[in-house]
């Protein structure tokens, strides 16, 4: 009997990690029924992350609580932050501020604030330490929309507060960060999936703006305003700008790291979290997938992180994804429901048929 460990992450606006895997499972039943399966959902810091702790850790609780939607005039999102028994609070920026909350999309105006709303919350029920998931960010703010809710005060040439999200930040003329509030006593750590620099090429605006809506010309404003806001932070700050992960959800990145949070591995303590080690451990094969596998996923997401942890027992790995637009290397077999479906329009309509057929199809090619 084969043991197979089955660790995706979400499928991004289609399908949760949960229900992927459950797919997955389900169509490699119709081929392999006999062979022992072992589900375990990922999440690398982005959408779904919430729902991985909880369904890992005994005991983790629900906290909810309705923050404002990711630009001013949305409406307020009812959504939650996880309580863990051991006093950690952990707030999801997808669940808070994220892109599938807002449509049509608004790169220019989309904010950070609801994260910063959940933070507090966090904050004031008296959590001993934040893990602080990002990704599936709407927004390219730099993270000023949480710190102003935190405490901190972007200002124009009149002392007057400037509107929230990236286009209030081309009147930013003063920055103070005297008023954020204080970490809680055993810190935050920012869960990113990517280690993009804030600035240039590969920074914020230039990778992810795209994706949040930005054509050419508002990547190049979007660029410009938060090279503003570098330039108008203190002096010690500044420097944070280049560090790997600034650029994450937009610059949300910085806008932690600037509070004084320390950048840790998304994917990484997911995994730990939900047991992964020890579940691949005896394994014969591991599944992981993602929505699209590109030249992003190589840069600690989760298919990468649960590929090194099955290489590093000696587990061999498969890849289903949405669409695969980049070599997968470190896989042994790889397939894309864009293919199964016949188009990438199909696979989404349908993501959790075509996952099926995706584990069905892994399990006749390697099972």
């Not at 305003?225 to 500044?238: F, N, S």
């Given at each position: 009997m084969t043991r197979v460990v089955i660790a995706p992450d979400s499928f991004k606006g289609t399908a949760s990690a949960a229900d992927a895997a459950a797919a997955l499972a389900a169509g490699w039943r119709t081929v392999q029924p006999a062979d022992e399966l072992v589900v375990r959902p990922m999440a690398d810091g982005g959408e779904g992350t919430l729902d991985a702790f909880e369904s890992a850790v005994p005991g983790a609780r629900r906290m909810p609580i309705t923050v404002r939607g990711p630009v001013s005039v949305a409406?307020?999102?009812?959504?939650?932050?996880?309580?863990?028994?051991?006093?950690?609070?952990?707030?999801?920026?997808?669940?808070?501020?994220?892109?599938?909350?807002?449509?049509?999309?608004?790169?220019?105006?989309?904010?950070?604030?609801?994260?910063?709303?959940?933070?507090?919350?966090?904050?004031?029920?008296?959590?001993?330490?934040?893990?602080?998931?990002?990704?599936g960010s709407a927004s390219t703010d730099g993270g000023t929309g949480a710190l102003a809710v935190l405490g901190a005060r972007f200002v124009d040439a009149a002392g007057a507060s400037i509107p929230l999200g990236n286009r209030g930040l081309g009147a930013l003329a003063h920055v103070d960060l005297s008023g954020l509030r204080p970490l809680p006593a055993g810190g935050a750590v920012i869960l990113s999936d990517v280690t993009n620099p804030l600035l240039g090429a590969d920074g914020a605006a230039a990778v992810f703006g795209p994706q949040k809506g930005a054509d050419a010309a508002t990547v190049e404003v979007?660029?410009?305003?938060?090279?503003?806001?570098?330039?108008?932070?203190?002096?010690?700050?500044?420097?944070?700008?280049?560090?790997?992960?600034?650029?994450?959800?937009?610059?949300?990145?910085?806008?932690?790291?600037?509070?004084?949070?320390?950048?840790?591995?998304?994917?990484?303590?997911?995994?730990?979290?939900?047991?992964?080690?020890?579940?691949?451990?005896?394994?014969?094969?591991?599944?992981?997938?993602?929505?699209?596998?590109?030249?992003?996923?190589?840069?600690?997401?989760?298919?990468?992180?649960?590929?090194?942890?099955?290489?590093?027992?000696?587990?061999?790995?498969?890849?289903?994804?949405?669409?695969?637009?980049?070599?997968?290397r470190g896989f042994a077999v790889s397939v894309a429901l864009s293919e199964l479906a016949g188009g990438g329009a199909a696979a989404m309509a349908e993501p959790l048929r075509w996952l099926v057929a995706a584990g069905a199809e892994l399990a006749r090619t390697v099972g």
């Open positions: 409406a307020p999102v009812a959504t939650h932050w996880l309580l863990l028994p051991d006093g950690t609070g952990i707030v999801e920026l997808a669940a808070t501020s994220g892109i599938t909350l807002l449509d049509p999309l608004a790169p220019l105006d989309a904010h950070t604030a609801g994260f910063g709303d959940a933070i507090a919350a966090a904050l004031d029920a008296g959590v001993s330490r934040l893990l602080l998931a990002l990704g979007l660029e410009q305003h938060l090279a503003r806001l570098v330039g108008l932070v203190p002096d010690e700050v500044r420097p944070l700008a280049a560090a790997p992960g600034a650029g994450a959800a937009g610059g949300a990145g910085f806008g932690l790291l600037a509070w004084g949070a320390e950048m840790g591995g998304g994917a990484e303590l997911v995994a730990r979290a939900v047991g992964l080690p020890e579940a691949i451990a005896g394994a014969d094969l591991v599944i992981t997938g993602e929505g699209r596998f590109d030249g992003q996923s190589e840069a600690g997401k989760a298919p990468t992180v649960v590929a090194s942890l099955a290489r590093d027992a000696g587990v061999p790995t498969a890849l289903a994804a949405g669409a695969i637009t980049a070599e997968p």
